[in-house]
């Protein structure tokens, strides 16, 4: 109730916690994202941990970046701080006794009201070993590689390094995990109570300090990028660390090479569209072609009731090129080979892919229910819709909410149906029509006709805004056909216009 109540009164929501409350402001953030996707116009949500033991898996983090969600979790981990590295995994392997001990240390850490915690701490024995435990621990999941099935630890969304010289931000799987294994064998185990209560002096130093740069020692590096790196160490504090500043050193190059390979793929991107365009080219001739056809059966139903023609068959493979394209950039997404800004910064790729979409989805539900996919898999919308589809609406929701499009007056027909859908919404009332005239259930009855009503205030909506192609009113067309039927049909004729 307090959420529903926010998200009347703003558009962007901050969740934050502390230790354990960041584990909980995780899970809060995951689950409002979620909830929010079906909510127009969309929220913007950040969430910042500070300190948080580790959450989730391999399976989840893959789901935060396929979802690009990956830009809205923030996470504050101190270096030496050892509770980021803590996760259930670890704990289940230790005994009964060390189990409780760490359950006491933690929650008289954390309890505000705790009187007898100065009275039993942990002793230095104690202390020497649970970050021996530790590092022990992050060690084998650096041996076990990004690969291994038994790795605990799979990092979500961005990691903030904090030390006493400054800062560093990574958002790379395998480069975090790197760095909390390096960062963490830098500490000692006096630190590692003191670096978890830490995280409100490091909030108060990074929103005083300033960036500072020595102009006098450019010259030593022979580019800006290895002063940069230089800069990076020393917020780290590994400059001084001869043992951890070649490996912390490798762990950027890699974060920069990888960031590079993102950039490179979507130039190739960029090539390779162009390179598929004429056949986009040839389907939108086939669709004028169709739309000025004496038969005035429209774009739509030509493709689907097609013969022996020769051109259908090469639209048909051309259709299949545009798709391999189209499903090859959502695998690049799913595998986090496109920067986390794709494709927010890329306005072509946007309007190339909601084109794309206009265009050819119709043609996909004809060749659905040509085939009869329907009657094997169901109906299109809920069974047979192609998970690119959904992406490219997303990217196009968030566009026009960003650019407050979508919402001017039309005085024509639009060249391509906004709502790409609208054919299989068609096939769905073209079977309840068929299925009233020998139902005698009262109750399928009326449902069945409310449904046929719904759908045809929907068409009213879209005829009158003008927001259909001209395909749709041909004459001959699946939806002409329907309305006729239609009216036929009811008791109280209404004439769309």
């Not at 990217?395 to 650019?403: C, D």
């Amino acid at each position: 109730m307090q959420i529903d109540s926010l998200l009347e009164n703003t558009k962007l929501m901050v969740i934050t916690g502390h230790s354990i409350g960041g584990s909980i402001a995780f899970l809060t953030a995951l689950w409002l994202l979620s909830y929010l996707k079906s909510i127009f116009p969309p929220h913007s949500v950040l969430c910042i941990s500070f300190g948080s033991p580790f959450l989730g898996n391999e399976s989840l983090s893959r789901a935060i970046i396929c979802e690009r969600w990956g830009g809205n979790f923030c996470n504050v981990v101190s270096t030496h701080d050892i509770i980021p590295r803590l996760s259930l995994n670890q704990l289940l392997v230790l005994t009964p006794q060390w189990q409780a001990l760490i359950r006491f240390w933690y929650t008289s850490m954390m309890s505000p009201n705790s009187t007898n915690f100065t009275n039993r701490q942990l002793t230095e024995e104690d202390k020497a070993w649970l970050f021996s435990f530790i590092v022990a621990d992050m060690e084998r999941l650096e041996q076990a590689g990004e690969g291994s099935g038994g790795r605990s630890f799979w990092p979500s969304g961005n990691y903030l390094f904090c030390s006493n010289e400054g800062a560093i931000c990574l958002d790379n799987v395998v480069s975090v995990n790197k760095m909390m294994h390096l960062m963490l064998r830098t500490g000692s185990p006096n630190c590692i109570i003191k670096e978890h209560l830490k995280y409100g002096w490091y909030v108060e130093r990074q929103t005083r300090q300033s960036l500072k740069r020595s102009f006098m020692e450019g010259d030593l590096y022979e580019s800006s990028y290895e002063a940069s790196l230089s800069m990076a160490l020393n917020s780290l504090g590994t400059h001084q660390q001869v043992s951890i500043a070649p490996m912390a050193k490798d762990c950027l190059t890699m974060v920069r090479r990888m960031g590079r390979t993102q950039n490179l793929h979507v130039a190739n991107l960029a090539i390779r569209l162009s390179k598929i365009t004429p056949y986009r080219a040839e389907i939108e001739w086939y669709k004028a072609c169709c739309d000025n056809s004496d038969e005035q059966r429209g774009y739509y139903d030509s493709f689907k009731q097609r013969g022996a023609s020769k051109r259908e068959p090469k639209v048909n493979m051309n259709r299949f090129k545009l798709a391999a394209f189209w499903d090859d950039v959502s695998r690049m997404l799913d595998r986090n080979e496109l920067p986390l800004n794709f494709p927010k910064s890329l306005e072509w790729i946007i309007e190339e892919s909601q084109l794309y979409k206009l265009l050819v989805e119709p043609l996909d539900i004809a060749e659905y229910y040509r085939l009869g996919m329907h009657l094997k898999k169901g109906h299109y919308i809920s069974n047979g819709r192609e998970r690119r589809y959904e992406i490219f609406d997303q990217w196009w929701t968030e566009r026009v909410v960003t650019e407050k499009l979508g919402n001017t007056r039309r005085t024509k027909c639009a060249s391509l149906t906004r709502d790409t859908c609208f054919w299989a919404r068609v096939e769905e009332a073209k079977e309840w029509l068929d299925k009233i005239k020998s139902e005698s259930n009262p109750n399928n009855l009326a449902f069945l006709w409310d449904k046929l009503d719904e759908f045809e205030a929907y068409a009213t909506k879209l005829v009158e805004g003008k927001e259909v192609s001209v395909d749709v009113l041909a004459k001959n067309s699946s939806f002409s056909s329907w309305l006729e039927e239609w009216r036929a049909l009811k008791p109280n004729q209404t004439v769309l216009t």
